[in-house]
């Protein structure tokens, strides 16, 4: 019997190759999305078809109201999604907290399922300054979770992995695409038309578009091409 | 201008005694609850008198569909709740990881209210097993919280405050006595009736009984008593 692992999806291309790279490591994968009031509402439809495409044996979306308290550009209508390039400082599409509350929702799954693995693609190189994307917090995040679940009595520990954590985006997209990843079915724009086609302006996209054009390979996303900034 | 604190409310006798230990530290506070799919909704309405009595400011109920995947009493109804007494080993009551999903939403909350103080009634004299409720557990939810917020980069800690931690139930009561809880506002059961009363034969009606009698204080509440495994 495979072992079974859960994957954090987020309709996003970092993802979609974390799943690909559970399935190449042998892994039974059971992917996790969240509906947690992001504004671009159609990276869950993306998540879905990911999820098919990458081999999941059962997708799940988790309903997560983190839109009730705003805080960020990416739940809250009142906030603007930046448009002006990537700097240092945590940003505005930061959710507080966000991986920290995923991690621990996975957790709970993974001890009903007996999933002793999580695959969450988070990276510390293109990352634009997510606190809960660094390598310290998914440490301190294993630790907790062994502490404040059954792990602690059964002796065994949670791994958390995060195979991109030190890849380019670029890296990321040369080897998704050796594992055979359909990037075209992904999206990773912040603030996305109606039809779901890309803004080509903000952080998520200008990182997404660099990378493919890096990695020599041709990028299939849609843009639309918002005019703001320019 | 008062310090902000979350309060985590279940309705029950613990988390009422935790809001008057904040209330009397000096801290504003925010009380939250979560309606993650318990079999006993009454506490849901026994919080919101606890948390209008206690003084809370401000009151959110967090919906959160754990019950979608079962593997616990207090959520899938396939799964009875003991009533044969306390033993020393993880309950079929326990909620997987729960407390680390509580903690991590009321540190997202915490971030967008800028509120770095969190009060939780864990307990790990009269605690029945649960490891989310111990104290190296707490202790690693801080530090994961820490290295996962913007308390990372604006180099202050979470404080996770478990006053109820090391006392006894009837300690809690009496403490909670003085400071002027209303324990008829505050329901225990993990199987009550239809009209909100109380087994009197579960773990945690036990535990409830027994601190009021050692207390020496009049037991508030309204048991219509089970008469499985009497």
């Keep these: ?6 994957v954090l999806l987020s309709g996003g291309l970092d993802s979609a190759t974390c799943l690909a790279v559970a399935r190449r490591d042998g892994f039974e994968c059971h992917t996790l999305s969240f509906d947690y ?3 671009h509402r159609c990276e869950l439809t993306a998540s ?3 999820a098919a495409a990458g081999g999941s044996v059962e997708h799940r979306v988790f309903k997560l109201d983190l839109n009730q308290w705003g805080g960020s550009a990416l739940t809250d209508p009142a906030i603007p999604v930046p448009k002006t390039g990537v700097t240092g400082e945590i940003p505005v599409t930061y ?3 966000r991986n920290l509350v995923f991690l621990s929702i996975a957790a709970a799954w993974g001890e009903v399922l007996d999933a002793h693995d999580i695959f969450i693609g988070v990276n510390s190189v ?8 660094r390598a310290p917090f998914i440490r301190a ?3 907790a979770a062994r502490l404040g679940t059954c792990a602690a009595d059964e002796n065994w520990q949670w791994q958390i992995h995060t195979p ?7 890296e990321i997209i040369t080897l998704g695409n050796r594992l055979g990843v359909d990037y075209s079915l992904t999206t990773s724009c912040y603030d996305p038309d109606t039809l779901g086609r890309s803004c080509g302006r903000c952080d998520s996209c200008r990182l ?7 990695a020599g390979l041709p990028d299939p996303t849609l843009y639309f091409f918002s005019q703001e900034k320019k």
Tied chains: 1, 2.
């Excluded at 019997?1 to 859960?6: D, F, L, N, P």
């Excluded at 293109?126 to 994307?133: A, I, Q, V």
């Excluded at 991109?164 to 670029?170: F, G, N």
Aim: proline share 5%; aromatic share 10%.
């Design 1 to 6: 019997m495979r072992k079974k692992a859960i």
């Design 95 to 97: 959710v507080p907290a």
């Design 37 to 39: 009031g992001q504004r």
């Design 208 to 214: 997404r578009h660099a990378g493919f054009v890096e």
């Design 141 to 143: 995040f294993a630790e």
């Design 164 to 170: 991109l954590q030190h890849l380019s985006k670029a």
């Design 126 to 133: 293109d990352y634009s300054g997510y606190p809960d994307c």
């Design 48 to 50: 879905e078809h990911v």
